[in-house]
């Protein structure tokens, strides 16, 4: 009965997953052509930079938004049922904030323009395409605002639609730039994709239009001022993450002329853009539906949510991350060059983090859609501070592999007190079956490792091969149970009776 009950959770989930999935992969098949691009014409030592212009811009936006893309999509998923009166008020109340938010990042960017030139490019000649840089701010804010209209009240079709069109228009654009501008090209890309893509998002979101909306100024300026106090905490979070890594970013930018920050960059991609499908998808989906059930204060159906997504998330993961250790170093050479196969050092701890940071990636939501931002941001504040420190001194101990630990280290520290906090405070209970599939990834994730520096790539090769298929076919099994009713399983059977 209760497998029967939470199936619908599974399909729910999983076909979110899926959706976002197949956008995300068109998005990284798109990219992998700008990567191949990008790391072939302006090299290692330029292609750092990229990374570095985006760390800079990220932390701008971070500074300037105060975490409304979490406020404001809890908003309108905990409103999505209530009056559609009060709904637009916390649209429009959004909005509003959202722009004056990009209007603050665009000044900051001019202000600061002669500064982040020198400090991106180590001249201030630059200076005038961090001014024009505050356009992009200034559209993305349009964006963003839009985005998480569309996630709040789950309009996935039309998400993924704008998504789609705007991936390769953006993917032209970027190609262009590059080619035609080098270096200088990457911020007047970041200029004309965010122009377009903002013509596209209020294309295609007019039926959500709340221009007619009229809010009370004493309201407005209430729910600003609960937008920016609540958010506060989340940027001054996500500042600190951002500028931890812009310090990494930095510190690796002197040594073998920027190399190593390419490859940092690029381990970067793999760990996060490429294998980071689900996490991108636990985002769009799991996080609205999260926080609308916890209204309900159903705590059976809580456990039941958060728990199926770690299932699903692992079921997916462990394939995942299993085909890149097998096949790590053919898809560095694919997507990126030959020159960037030491990366695979990075990956060899760092993709093993990438399991650590699934669970807490799904516990943290809990605590966010708990409204819970004080200690949402102690955890991930500290563990922030700690990557800094560790990617630091581990490198100098063990250079590329010391990056991947330094994820690996504190993926973990920061795993047991999460869980510890949420199995105190909200009473979440991890059913056994989830806990066996930890056990296991954890076993699995011991032996690829020891095996890399134990025995010859022969048989590292051999051992993540079977790892590998075995894999496939329980996460196939598992997922045909909860999700086809063994629809595929008894079509096997079928088969396998037939030839015989």
Known sequence: MHLRMSNSNYKLL??????????????????????????????????????????????????????????????????????????????????????????????ISVIFSAYLSKLTFGTQKYTIWFILLSIYFVCNSFVQSKTILLEGLQDIRKLLTINIVCNIVNVTIIIGCYYMYNKTGIILSMILTSFINMLLFLRGTKKYDTSHVKIAKQELENNIKYFAKSGSLLALNSCIGLFGYF???????????????????????????????????????YFPKLSETIISKNQENINRLVNNQLEICFLLLIPAILFLYLFGTFCLQLLFSIKFVLVYKILIFGLLSIFVRGFNYILGYLILSNKNFKQYFYINSISDILNTFLTIILYKYFELYGIGLAFLVNYLLSAVYTFYYVNKKYNLKVENRIKKLLICTATIGLIIVTSYFKFTIVWFNTISSIFFILSIIYSTYKLDDYLLNKLLRNKIVLLLKKVN
């Open 14 to 107: 999983f076909k979110a997953t899926g959706l976002f999935g197949i956008v995300e992969a068109l998005r990284i098949v798109l990219r992998i052509g700008v990567n191949k691009f990008a790391s072939v014409f302006l090299g290692p030592s330029s292609y750092g930079v990229v990374g570095l212009v985006d760390n800079i811009i990220q932390l701008i936006c971070a500074l300037t938004s105060f975490g409304i893309n979490f406020i404001g999509i809890r908003e309108i998923a905990a409103n999505k049922l209530s009056d559609k009166n009060k709904l637009n008020t916390t649209i429009k109340s959004i909005h509003i904030f959202i722009i004056l938010t990009g209007a603050l990042a665009a000044i």
């Open 247 to 285: 310090l990494i970013r930095i510190y690796l930018k002197s040594i073998d002329q920027g190399i190593v920050l390419s490859y940092y960059n690029v381990g970067n991609i793999l760990m996060v853009s490429y294998v980071g499908i689900i996490f991108i998808s636990i985002n769009k989906f």
